[in-house]
């Protein structure tokens, strides 16, 4: 069986002849060519990603792009540019102005914020007004190139982004201004963004389910130490719970992306009926083991990751690699529904020969 054939078996509930190995491998890449890469037009969708999947016998599966564009209208206009080592990304509106600036790290080959875009509510309000006049346009066709890129290598997860509170939590706001406006500044001005951004996005997962991408995919990076369960469930769990459900009668799939702390979210997650738990990061990086995981999640839910970042650096022997992730496919005796993958992504500074490892692993101890 090829890994998207076992992933596909996963994803219906049923058994392969063995846990599926997918990589997130984009990071890595990026860094191993010690090159500046484009934020604003991130893609694994190329030959050169694929050709690394087939070198190291990994499925491939994440960044492959989306399956629409955004347009604007109110007089919004949206701008991403790069100079330099700065990207600004902008909104003009009528009501005024707002951006986010991100510098050029190279020591770890990422984009560091240092500037929020929304850093008041004056800030929130000119924001909330860009996300009213939001609008999609689909693109299904992309699904056909995705396809002929990927072929049996593996299974593209097209992203929709992601989720109201995500996107000032993760993105436009950070945590602590978030919190801040949730518990004092702005409750109800907070409560008026999500509420119209999941409008929004629920809009966007109308226009994926008549979409052919079996699965789909969003990100809000959860942290049960950022987004605790409490939040979750007021601003997120029910929004969690139509997505799955639109996707469901569309006779789709969706994951959504946590690579956090997992203790009492996961759990939540499960509720909702969301399908896969992606990036999910055990001990010591993360705050559970594998089986606490599966103990939380119940048995449906499929749980991808399993290798904590550390892990995978020269720094750690490689017998204490290979029972790190033996304890991961031992999940497999309590549920099939399992990916042995990266939490939540292979970090710079691994050697192709670890990764290339993980294979050998799973054909020897990842069998049902």
Same mark, same amino acid.
């Given at each position: 069986?090829?890994?998207?054939?076992?992933?596909?078996?996963?994803?219906?509930?049923?058994?392969?002849?063995?846990?599926?190995?997918?990589?997130?491998?984009?990071?890595?890449?990026?860094?191993?060519?010690?090159?500046?890469?484009?934020?604003?037009?991130? *893609? *694994?969708?190329?030959? +050169?990603? %694929?050709?690394?999947?087939?070198?190291?016998?990994?499925?491939?599966?994440?960044?492959?792009?989306?399956?629409?564009?955004?347009?604007?209208?109110?007089?919004?206009?949206?701008?991403?540019?790069?100079?330099? =080592?700065?990207?600004?990304?902008?909104?003009?509106?009528?009501?005024?102005?707002?951006?986010? +600036?991100?510098?050029?790290?190279?020591?770890?080959?990422?984009?560091?914020?240092?500037?929020?875009?929304? +850093?008041?509510? =004056?800030?929130?309000?000119?924001?909330?007004?860009?996300?009213?006049?939001?609008?999609?346009?689909? /693109?299904? +066709?992309?699904?056909?190139?995705?396809?002929?890129?990927?072929?049996?290598? !593996?299974?593209?997860?097209?992203?929709?982004?992601?989720?109201?509170?995500?996107?000032?939590?993760?993105?436009?706001? !950070? %945590?602590?201004?978030?919190?801040?406006? %949730?518990?004092?500044?702005?409750?109800?001005?907070?409560?008026?963004?999500? @509420?119209?951004?999941?409008? #929004?996005?629920?809009?966007?997962? @109308?226009?994926?389910?008549?979409?052919?991408?079996?699965?789909?995919?969003?990100?809000?990076?959860?942290?049960?130490?950022?987004?605790?369960?409490?939040?979750?469930?007021?601003?997120?769990?029910?929004?969690?719970?139509? %997505?799955?459900?639109?996707?469901? #009668?569309?006779? /789709?799939?969706?994951?959504?992306?946590? @690579?956090?702390?997992?203790?009492?979210?996961?759990?939540?997650?499960?509720?909702?009926?969301?399908?896969?738990?992606?990036?999910? &990061?055990?001990?010591? &990086? =993360? @705050?559970?083991?594998?089986?606490?995981?599966?103990?939380?999640?119940?048995?449906?839910?499929?749980?991808?990751?399993?290798?904590?970042?550390?892990?995978?650096?020269?720094?750690?022997?490689? #017998?204490?690699?290979?029972?790190?992730?033996?304890?991961?496919?031992?999940?497999?005796? $309590?549920? *099939?529904?399992?990916?042995?993958?990266?939490?939540?992504?292979?970090?710079? !500074?691994?050697?192709?020969?670890? $990764?290339?490892?993980?294979?050998?692993?799973?054909?020897?101890? !990842?069998?049902?």
């Amino acid at each position: 069986m090829t890994e998207r054939e076992r992933l596909l078996k996963v994803l219906k509930g049923e058994a392969p002849d063995r846990v599926p190995w997918f990589a997130d491998l984009g990071h890595w890449l990026r860094a191993e060519s010690g090159e500046q890469w484009d934020l604003f037009n991130i *893609n *694994n969708c190329t030959d +050169e990603m %694929i050709g690394l999947h087939k070198e190291v016998k990994a499925g491939w599966y994440i960044e492959v792009g989306a399956l629409h564009d955004e347009y604007y209208t109110g007089g919004v206009e949206r701008e991403r540019i790069t100079t330099g =080592g700065v990207a600004v990304e902008k909104f003009k509106t009528p009501l005024g102005e707002v951006s986010m +600036e991100r510098r050029w790290n190279p020591l770890s080959f990422s984009w560091d914020i240092s500037k929020l875009m929304v +850093e008041n509510s =004056g800030d929130l309000k000119i924001l909330l007004y860009a996300i009213e006049n939001r609008g999609f346009t689909p /693109k299904h +066709e992309r699904w056909e190139t995705i396809e002929k890129i990927g072929g049996d290598v !593996g299974l593209g997860f097209p992203s929709i982004g992601y989720t109201g509170l995500g996107s000032l939590i993760s993105y436009y706001m !950070g %945590i602590q201004n978030t919190i801040y406006a %949730i518990y004092g500044e702005a409750p109800d001005l907070i409560n008026r963004y999500i @509420d119209t951004y999941n409008k #929004k996005h629920l809009e966007l997962v @109308d226009l994926y389910c008549q979409s052919p991408a079996p699965h789909i995919f969003f990100t809000d990076n959860l942290s049960s130490d950022i987004q605790s369960p409490d939040i979750f469930r007021t601003y997120s769990f029910n929004h969690y719970k139509m %997505i799955a459900a639109k996707l469901h #009668k569309a006779g /789709k799939t969706a994951s959504t992306h946590i @690579d956090g702390m997992l203790n009492g979210i996961l759990e939540i997650i499960a509720e909702t009926g969301i399908d896969v738990a992606d990036a999910c &990061t055990p001990s010591p &990086t =993360g @705050d559970l083991t594998p089986r606490e995981m599966r103990e939380q999640a119940g048995s449906n839910m499929v749980l991808m990751g399993g290798i904590s970042p550390n892990m995978w650096l020269p720094s750690t022997a490689e #017998k204490d690699f290979v029972s790190h992730v033996r304890e991961w496919l031992d999940l497999r005796k $309590i549920s *099939n529904r399992l990916v042995q993958s990266a939490g939540d992504q292979v970090p710079p !500074g691994t050697e192709l020969k670890r $990764i290339k490892l993980v294979y050998d692993l799973v054909e020897e101890y !990842g069998r049902y």
